[in-house]
């Protein structure tokens, strides 16, 4: 939507090359491809599944913290982890039955 205000095009132009980049790397990385992604995943295992992935978001973004970025997990969110698992685990366990 900012493409359609009249001042940004002076802003582009004066935007540095690490700006830009940055600017590309969010729209794709975090943007599309978790998008198409999540498609691609509705079409394969349908939409209720597809959706309870999206719960393990947090938990897969604590262990790449802890894999890549040496973060230690605080006890608040082990917690959280350990309910949002048992939280899509009940939900599977009566979807299924």
Not at 72 to 86: S, Y
């Amino acid at each position: 939507m900012l493409i359609f205000i009249p001042e940004i095009i002076n802003d582009i132009h004066g935007a540095t090359f690490t700006s830009i980049v940055s600017v590309l790397y969010l729209a794709i990385f975090p943007t599309i491809i978790p998008y198409v992604l999540l498609a691609y995943i509705v079409k394969s295992v349908g939409v209720s599944d597809a959706t309870m992935s999206l719960y393990l978001t947090p938990i897969v973004s604590l262990l790449l913290s802890y894999l890549l970025l040496d973060e230690l997990p605080t006890t608040l969110a082990i917690i959280g982890g350990i309910i949002t698992l048992l939280g899509v685990s009940l939900s599977n366990f009566f979807q299924n039955t």
